[in-house]
């Protein structure tokens, strides 16, 4: 063993003396971050053929104190002490990398570097390292180093006495934080569950990263039996003690985009019918939705985020719900989805995790210390997300989800926890109607639990009704019957005859799944611009649909709307690679657009397009009729003393058009807000705000 503290002394002194003066410098202010950072495999792999640095990673207890006496020695320009400094160790050889699922008891109390996304961080608390006690009989002090979870008091004192009390200004104590790292959820094939390990952060390391963020820890493994106290078990967990903490730039790299792949991909983009064939990738063993499928293509590839000069920042992602009957294949979709996009999360309104969709702040039952734990739209940032079920989500990521979707942060302020979380995904997600079927004569706003002003944060609402036809029925029990034949078929893989196999054509995904990824993330290299055609096409969209709505009219589309319309075109000029949105692009969009539209926000009664209709629930005509029934009130409020009287109130809405158990219905509205009320039985007064 060539480890010793001269070595060491060495070894900084050659190759670090810029930064041992910085340090001592940053020292000498009285700053607290007594820390060097040496990259493992620039420096200590080159040092001595790199036999510290084989040192270090299989006793890394012993070699780390030699390096920190070492540290301690070390000469700089301001003479001052090292003392107590701490090496921390990065940039790791590869072969260190060990996958979380993939750590084994060989791997206890060894050197190696753990990547994942961090799940849970707790908040930043003092840790004693050294206990100070005071004996109440003779009142001398004792120390004791402290190892463990649990305080350990000192054996009793030399005069004998037996009670001790802890002495906090004279113990030593250290900052300290405990996280938790997962496995990334790209590298978990269909169904796999992440794992995940606690990771012990002390010194400058506590309270440098949030939940959501992509890491490297490099550390020391260490075992813990389970179990507390007087019922220790022999089985041990494991967890990572973190000696230092490397971020990971999250974009699209993880690919491996070969020069082959590069020529198919331009390939594809470059062909007629490149649309259609990805319409034919996406869940092809789901019949019909082709709508539905182009707008999940084009929210994989997404729209181009940008930075306006006054630092308004605009989403590029994509948001769509699916409503509609039980058993209509959303579940299903959401969880092919799931498995072709390049990275994403699944989940269910309820949640499996207490984490839930959002965050959470919780304390630890163990030790009493606040815990902020991620959600799913956390660790899907710079992905998407895939929630079932949204409708059933708990009441905290309701009122949280508005600024995930809009502003793309989780704000969390509780306890010791305070914290702007990253949520930059696209949101894929599917709601069940309240009362088990879809009313399309009902506003869907009525239908499912969710509020209109949150449903207005989608770019795209479908609406998928099982309503019985015959030619579909037929179409769709045929598709469903040919995949289960062919579910056995695969069994014997043999027997195939011409037949099945142009079955199977109809139901493989078109682009092979593994290119598919490739093509979105290539893809999302290319940040199309509107060209000067297109821009005038959307707006030309635009004003026509407004000013169909004439002076009286519902007004059936939003600047929302507009933002959607851009976005998705971005998305389909991302299809064909290309830097620029054609007019092609818009017509594409906006024919998608109008169909989720017509879905959603048609009003029944005349119709005519109207966003008020999907959102509040109330179409204009509603309204009109609420400010009518209120005039009544109001004009007829004196013909008695009680107010007006009910039978006049609906003789006189008859004569306006509105049937009596219409005026009824509004009435009671009226009263249920807090716009009317009776003094009597049948009477009705106008509640003037003072
Ligand atoms: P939901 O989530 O809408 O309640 P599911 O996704 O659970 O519905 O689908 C129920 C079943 O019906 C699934 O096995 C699905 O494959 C089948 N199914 C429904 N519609 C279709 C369709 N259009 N094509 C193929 N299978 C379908
Ligand atoms: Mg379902």
Known sequence: ?????????????????????????????????????????????????????????????????????????????????????????YSLPPTRKILIRDLRSAHISKFVAIEGIVRKVTEVRPKIVVGAFRCLDCGSITKVVQEEAVLRYPHPCECGGKKFVLVPEESVSVDSQRVKIQEYPENLRGGEQPQSIDVVLEKDLAGTINPGDRVVINGIIRARPRGFQQRMLTHMDLYLEGNSIEIVQQEYEEFEITEDDKEKIIALARSEDIYEKIVRTIAPSIYGYEDIKLAIALQLFGGVPKKLPDGTEIRGDIHILLVGDPGVAKSQLLK???????????????????????????RDEVDGRWTLE??????????????????????????ALHEALEQQTISVAKAGINAILKARCALLAAANPKYGRFDRYSPIAEQIELSPTLLSRFD?????????????????????????QLGETLEKMRSISEETKQRISNVTPEIDPELFRKYIAYAKNFFPVLSEEAKRRIEDY????????????????????????????????????????????????????????????????????????????????????????????EELEDLSENGAPEEEVIKRAESEGIDEEKAKEILLKLKINGEIFSPRFGFYRIVRKR
């Open 1 to 89: 063993m060539i480890s010793c503290p001269e070595v060491w002394t060495q070894f900084f002194e050659k190759y670090y003396s810029e930064e041992l003066n910085k340090l001592a410098f940053r020292i000498k202010e009285g700053g607290d971050k007594r820390a060097i950072h040496v990259n493992f495999t620039r420096d200590l792999l080159v040092f001595q053929e790199g036999r510290l640095g084989e040192e270090l990673i299989e006793k890394p207890d012993l070699v780390i104190a030699h390096a920190e006496q070492g540290l301690a020695r070390a000469t700089n320009i301001y003479g001052v002490s090292l003392e107590g400094c701490k090496p921390r160790f």
């Open 336 to 362: 092919f989805v799931h498995r072709i996009a390049p990275r994403s999360i699944y989940t269910t309104g309820k949640g499996t995790t207490t984490a839930g969709l959002t965050a959470t702040a919780v």
């Open 374 to 399: 991620a959600g799913a739209l956390v660790l899907a940032d710079k992905g998407i997300a895939l929630v079932d079920e949204i409708d059933k989500m708990r009441k905290e990521d309701r009122a």
């Open 460 to 484: 795209l609402i479908f609406v998928l009704t099982d309503d019985p036809e015959i030619e579909r029925d037929r179409k769709l029990a045929e598709h469903i019957l040919n995949i289960h």
């Open 542 to 633: 635009y004003v026509s649909l407004r000013s169909k709505a004439k002076e009286n009219s519902p007004v059936p589309i939003t600047a929302r709307q507009l933002e959607s319309i851009i976005r998705l075109a971005e998305a389909s000029a991302r299809v064909r690679l290309s830097e620029v949105v054609t007019v092609e692009d818009v017509d594409r969009v906006t024919k998608i657009l109008e169909r989720s539209l017509a879905q959603i926000a048609v009003d029944p009664e005349t119709g005519e397009l109207d966003i008020d209709f999907a959102f509040s629930g109330t179409s204009k005509r509603q309204r009109d009729r609420i400010w009518t029934m209120k005039k009544i009130v």
